[in-house]
């Protein structure tokens, strides 16, 4: 009977540390109908699980990683001749020692694309045969999108692109969306950016807020492995919660809709700087980041004890250190980079992990718990293995 063969094969599926996420498969809700509603749940129940059952998962190995940042940098000294603070406060805070920024006329696919380049030549693998690139990124060149530039830069001919936003959640949401196009079976080489400017976004009089973010790209490339090999994702949980969003935001600001004639010909739109409620942020971020991680490890099947290194967002090293504290973390398997980065938002996660797999601090086979978490509200974890 094809419900009780494919919940079979489902359930094998189910054992084996996958990328999909393990669900259970509960039918939709029906509408009244002359069928019972036994029959039909049985009926649609038994659609959904052949569907599944005719699906053989694909592995998925987190094969390479690459980064790029501008060489211009702000130290905190710089920023004491533009706002009033002090090296001493922003280092005591945040952790935050410098931020590197985009100079006049650089451009973030330029970086994402160089970035991109050094995770492809990591993992072996010619731009040509990439199948897809997703872009995490809330600052594009282009409002309709750069993932199509970094494309044109880098000769990923055949790929599909699109940007990816969901803040600095970016990286985590489009590398667990990577990896299901790869577990499925739809692309077989997948490149994800985290890549963001918002430097172009800060009032560099704003001390609450300007003395937190830099600019950086970070890549990391997915390969298909052929039948079911282990899968480099090893369980995923991610949230939103747009109440939240007060509480950080760079709004839209344009006018709207003028009657049109010689004075309005044209509408220019543009977004407002960032606005953060510093303190409110750092409450959710403290909360939401253990919960997701351990709802992550759950989803794996792991525990905190498997994790060899926690890879977070980089925002704060007072976040980095209640996080690590609240999961039992040992401060010394917690990467951290912000000293010279500052929150690169959605960059920031691959930044670090590249910089520490090049340090060979990170090895293959090590388990990662990675952790975004920012506007939106967005938050998202992923347990992953490296190489
Ligand atoms: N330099 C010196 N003093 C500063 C300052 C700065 N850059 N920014 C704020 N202050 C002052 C405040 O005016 C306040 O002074 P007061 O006590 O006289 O009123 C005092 O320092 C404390 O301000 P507060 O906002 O309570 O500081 P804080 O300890 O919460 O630190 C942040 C501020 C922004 C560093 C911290 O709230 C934070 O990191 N939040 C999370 C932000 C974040 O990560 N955002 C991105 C998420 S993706």
Request: hydrophobic share 40%; proline share 3%; charged share 15%.
């Amino acid at each position: 009977m094809p419900l009780a063969g494919g919940s079979r094969v489902l359930a094998d599926q189910q054992v084996k540390p996958n990328c999909l996420p393990r669900q259970s498969h509960t039918c939709p809700p029906f509408t009244a109908s002359r069928w019972s509603s036994a029959r039909r749940r049985s009926l649609v129940c038994s659609v959904t699980v052949r569907a599944h059952a005719a699906q053989t998962l694909q592995g998925c190995k987190l094969a390479g990683s690459g980064s790029s940042v501008p060489e211009a940098v702000l130290s905190n000294t710089d920023l004491e001749k533009l706002v009033e603070t002090n090296d001493e406060w922003i280092a005591s805070r945040t952790g935050i020692r410098r931020r590197h920024v985009l100079a006049q006329g650089e451009s973030l696919s330029q970086h994402a694309a160089t970035a991109a380049q050094r995770a492809l030549e990591m993992a072996g693998i010619a731009a040509g045969d990439v199948d897809l690139i997703i872009l995490a990124t809330s600052s594009p060149d282009d409002l309709f999108g750069s993932a199509c530039q970094v494309q044109a830069l880098i000769g990923a001919k055949k790929a599909l692109c699109f940007d990816l936003t969901a803040a600095c959640s970016g990286f985590v949401v489009g590398l667990v969306t990577g990896a299901q196009f790869i577990r499925t079976g739809t692309y077989r080489n997948v490149l994800v950016i985290g890549a963001d400017a918002l430097s172009r976004y800060v009032d560099w009089r704003d001390r609450g807020t300007c003395i937190l973010f830099g600019d950086g790209c970070g890549a990391v490339v997915l390969t298909q492995q052929q039948g079911e090999q282990p899968c480099s994702l090893l369980g995923s949980s991610m949230a939103s919660d747009g109440l939240g969003q007060k509480h950080l935001n760079a709004m839209y600001c344009g006018e709207g809709m003028k009657p049109l004639h010689e004075t309005h010909a044209s509408a220019r739109g543009s977004f407002e700087n960032i606005s953060m409620s510093g303190q409110e942020v750092f409450k959710f971020a403290v909360r939401a980041v253990p919960t997701v991680v351990e709802a992550a490890l759950a989803n794996a099947g792991r525990t905190k004890d498997e994790v060899d290194w926690l890879v977070l967002h980089q925002a704060n090293q007072r976040i980095l250190d209640s996080a690590a504290t609240r999961l039992g973390v040992p401060s010394d398997r917690v990467i951290s980079n912000l000293a010279e980065y500052g929150n690169t938002s959605a960059a920031s996660i691959p930044l670090a992990l590249d910089e520490a797999v090049r340090a060979n601090t990170i090895v293959p086979g090590n388990v990662l718990a990675l952790a975004g978490f920012g506007a939106g509200l967005t938050w998202a974890s992923a347990i992953v293995r490296w190489g």
